[in-house]
């Protein structure tokens, strides 16, 4: 049940449950064609190719699973999903047509190369919490940018972060003050680029 967990709610399906929250409760019309190649364009890059990064790297022995379990394996996956960020940022959701997503990704960038950083300090964060927690507070952020209820939807997510954070301590995956960093890098960045679009 514990890893069920973690491999449902893996920090790579996060990007794509933030695009897909937001074209849910956006109140401006986006024409379908547009929001279908959006997703279409996320789930490629934030999903599919991440994975077939990390199976290369395992496949040329850079990693020794794709959970990433030491800070040293963690360090190239990381980097390429930050080049993907950019990559998504400067060509897929630009804040001239997606403020709000464009922020949301510019706000993963800095969670993502914070992660790094650590990483490279060799200090490991949960990866999973850093994901959920960034969610948490862009949802938030939408509710008042957009002025909508969804206080069902933050609660599920609140719930969500304690069911993550349970099942990575049932784990051993981390430690309680890895978790806690985790969700304040994930949630910091998401908060401090609030003005620049709210």
Same mark, same amino acid.
């Given at each position: 049940?514990?890893?069920?967990? %973690?491999?449902?709610?893996?920090?790579?399906?996060?990007?794509?449950?933030?695009?897909?929250?937001?074209? %849910?409760?956006?109140?401006? *019309?986006?024409?379908?064609?547009?929001?279908?190649?959006?997703?279409?364009?996320?789930?490629?890059? /934030?999903?599919?190719? &991440?994975?077939?990064?990390?199976? #290369?790297?395992?496949?040329?022995?850079?990693?020794?699973?794709?959970?990433?379990?030491? !800070?040293?394996?963690?360090?190239?996956?990381?980097?390429?999903?930050? !080049?993907?960020?950019?990559?998504?940022?400067?060509?897929?959701? !630009?804040?001239?047509? *997606?403020?709000?997503?464009?922020?949301?990704?510019?706000?993963?960038?800095?969670?993502?190369? /914070?992660?790094?950083?650590?990483?490279?300090?060799? *200090?490991?964060?949960?990866?999973?919490?850093? +994901?959920?927690?960034?969610?948490?507070?862009?949802?938030?952020?939408? %509710?008042?940018?957009?002025?909508?209820?969804?206080? =069902? %939807?933050? +609660?599920?997510?609140?719930?969500?972060?304690?069911?993550?954070?349970?099942?990575?301590?049932?784990?051993?995956?981390? !430690?309680?003050?890895?978790?806690?960093?985790?969700?304040?890098? =994930?949630?910091? &960045?998401?908060?401090?680029?609030?003005?620049?679009? #709210?």
């Amino acid at each position: 049940m514990q890893k069920s967990i %973690s491999y449902i709610f893996h920090p790579l399906f996060m990007p794509l449950v933030g695009v897909l929250f937001y074209f %849910s409760k956006s109140p401006r *019309f986006i024409p379908l064609h547009v929001i279908q190649s959006k997703l279409v364009s996320i789930i490629i890059l /934030t999903i599919l190719l &991440p994975l077939l990064v990390n199976l #290369l790297l395992k496949t040329i022995g850079k990693i020794e699973s794709i959970e990433l379990r030491t !800070t040293k394996e963690r360090i190239t996956p990381l980097l390429v999903f930050a !080049t993907i960020i950019l990559i998504i940022i400067k060509r897929v959701l !630009t804040p001239f047509d *997606f403020i709000e997503l464009y922020y949301f990704f510019v706000g993963m960038l800095g969670t993502v190369l /914070t992660c790094v950083i650590l990483n490279m300090l060799n *200090f490991k964060v949960s990866i999973h919490m850093m +994901a959920i927690s960034g969610i948490f507070m862009f949802f938030i952020a939408l %509710s008042i940018h957009f002025s909508i209820n969804i206080l =069902g %939807s933050i +609660a599920l997510v609140i719930f969500l972060m304690g069911a993550i954070a349970t099942s990575r301590l049932s784990l051993k995956a981390h !430690t309680a003050v890895e978790l806690i960093i985790g969700s304040a890098i =994930g949630i910091l &960045p998401q908060l401090m680029l609030i003005p620049y679009w #709210l």
